[in-house]
């Protein structure tokens, strides 16, 4: 908002949505003054100096709403104005896996946009992906003069890759350590291809390797809760990006017959390329992405009906609507407000599902409305696959030495966002539990913040 003075316009930060609408309209032009206020507003926001945004400067909406503050208004802009090769510029100063994101990104700010009450929200994740596609010969950035610490970072999913890439843009060697046998943690194991092409990610990891970070996989770092052997690596930080790779378990009778899948380990060795066969009528349990994901690929691998069974309603499910509306295209069916009790088998086999039908009663902790049994509603379907994808937790074996919360994921100082180890920090799904990949993205990001603040 601007008060009307012909020569001197003063803006309302507080009030300031950054709709350029005065801009284009000011007589008076002085625009760059106001400009490089913001800009340094807005990197003191990003590195975590201003902690308010409202308190002291407005975002849009849409910048607001992204984990990473992406400015989405300014790539958006330049799109339109026809400098695709300035808007990826733009876009890379604080994405590192822009690509990756154009393709699978929930785009929390499509859903801030305020052009939804003139017609549609701004397609911004399909436009990243457009700029990114036309701009393929990648760029991403010069490190500053090399310093003598290292980092290691445990784990390659977009968090660890995220952090990677921070660190040795700020002068850092870094390596990273990943257990399977690809790069890339979920993205590669735990996103189908026809979601995310492997080209796409492999082009966005060799960038990040071309800045000259190390990479190594088959590769496991033993936690022992000696900071020592770290030292003794060579290394004087870490951090530990390993993700939620394991599946919860439903606990309903039955759930040991052959034929029942985890959600997680199923998509894990369909992308690794390991030989696995469906039956005709496969049942998947679950509303999360994984779930969804699953469903298709199952429909790839054969099978002639697919099922998802979700104990809530369309409303509360957790899978970006995009790609539910994906799945019911291809043929995959929903029945919402349904709950497996238990598993029917012969001979060892699952056959049968027996279900009851739920109800929706009032919110839960995670403020979803709670589905509770409809008493006498139960019912039996047939399915020779079942897959489970109710969520996913950590592998807490591999954390010894480091504290925990009840919950499972890894415990971290919220402000400096160090682990009970002194030296060693972490990020992404093995604090949150299961997120979304730019919002491991963010905290890769702020954890090498964290680093940087703690070697220097």
Not at 346 to 369: F, N
Request: hydrophobic share 40%; net charge positive; aromatic share 6%.
């Amino acid at each position: 908002m601007v008060e009307g003075r012909t020569h001197k316009p003063v803006i309302q930060m507080d009030r300031c949505h950054s709709c350029d609408i005065c801009i284009r309209g000011c007589p008076a032009e002085l625009i760059p003054e106001y400009r490089e206020e913001e800009k340094t507003l807005r990197g003191a926001l990003y590195q975590g100096k201003v902690r308010t945004s409202r308190e002291k400067v407005s975002l849009p909406p849409c910048q607001q709403a992204c984990p990473i503050h992406q400015d989405t208004r300014g790539y958006v802009a330049l799109v339109a104005k026809g400098k695709f090769k300035e808007a990826l510029e733009l876009i890379r100063e604080v994405n590192p896996l822009p690509a990756v994101c154009g393709f699978i990104c929930h785009h929390p700010c499509e859903e801030a946009c305020l052009r939804e009450g003139v017609d549609d929200p701004v397609p911004i994740r399909l436009l990243k992906r457009f700029v990114t596609e036309y701009g393929r010969e990648k760029k991403w950035g010069q490190p500053k003069k090399r310093k003598r610490e290292k980092v290691l970072v445990i784990g390659s999913g977009p968090a660890g890759l995220a952090a990677a890439n921070d660190l040795r843009l700020l002068g850092y060697g870094v390596t990273i350590l990943e257990k399977l046998s690809v790069l890339g943690g979920m993205l590669a194991v735990g996103i189908p291809e026809f979601r995310l092409p492997r080209d796409i990610l492999k082009a966005e990891i060799d960038g990040i390797r071309a800045l000259g970070v190390e990479m190594k996989t088959r590769h496991s770092f033993r936690f022992d809760g000696n900071r020592k052997t770290l030292q003794k690596l060579g290394f004087q930080a870490a951090f530990v990006s390993i993700g939620a790779h394991r599946s919860q378990k439903l606990a309903i009778p039955g759930e040991g017959l052959s034929g029942i899948f985890p959600g997680v380990g199923f998509l894990r060795e369909v992308n690794l390329g390991v030989r696995t066969t469906v039956g005709k009528k496969v049942a998947v349990i679950g509303g999360g992405n994984v779930a969804i994901d699953a469903a298709r690929s199952a429909l790839r691998l054969g099978a002639k009906k697919v099922e998802v069974y979700y104990r809530r309603s369309k409303m509360e499910m957790p899978a970006i609507p995009e790609e539910v509306e994906e799945a019911i295209h291809e043929g995959v069916r929903i029945l919402f407000l349904s709950s497996p009790i238990q598993f029917i088998g012969k001979g060892g086999k699952v056959t049968e599902i027996k279900c009851v039908r739920m109800e929706l009663a009032e919110p839960d902790q995670s403020g979803r409305r709670k589905s509770v049994p409809i008493k006498g509603s139960d019912f039996k379907v047939h399915a020779d696959t079942i897959i489970s994808a109710i969520g996913q937790r950590i592998d807490r074996r591999v954390l010894r030495g480091l504290d925990v919360n009840p919950g499972g994921t890894l415990r971290i100082d919220l402000e400096t966002g160090q682990t009970s180890l002194k030296g060693f920090f972490a990020g992404g799904d093995v604090v949150t539990g299961p997120g979304y990949a730019i919002d491991a993205i963010a905290a890769g990001k702020r954890g090498a913040e964290a680093i940087d603040r703690y070697l220097s």
